[in-house]
């Protein structure tokens, strides 16, 4: 399955989630990719809870 979107945003980490949040506000179409499965990953094995 083939799909089409406006931007591709690299990284999975605090910019890229903010950056495709922002992007999905004004109706821009645009995906996460990252190396890991889960979106956050990164995020959740660096910091500890509550950060």
Same mark, same amino acid.
């Given at each position: 399955? &083939?799909? &089409?979107v406006? #931007?591709?945003? &690299? /990284?999975? %980490?605090?910019?890229g989630?903010?950056a %495709?949040?922002?992007?999905?506000?004004? /109706?821009?179409?645009? #995906?996460?990719?990252?190396a890991?499965?889960?979106?956050?990953? /990164?995020?959740?094995?660096r910091?500890?809870? %509550?950060?």
């Open positions: 399955m &083939t799909r &089409t406006q #931007v591709a945003v &690299t /990284g999975d %980490g605090r910019a989630l903010a %495709g949040y922002h992007l999905c506000r004004p /109706g821009i179409e645009s #995906v996460i990719l990252d890991r499965a889960a979106p956050g990953a /990164g995020r959740r094995r910091c500890p809870a %509550g950060s």
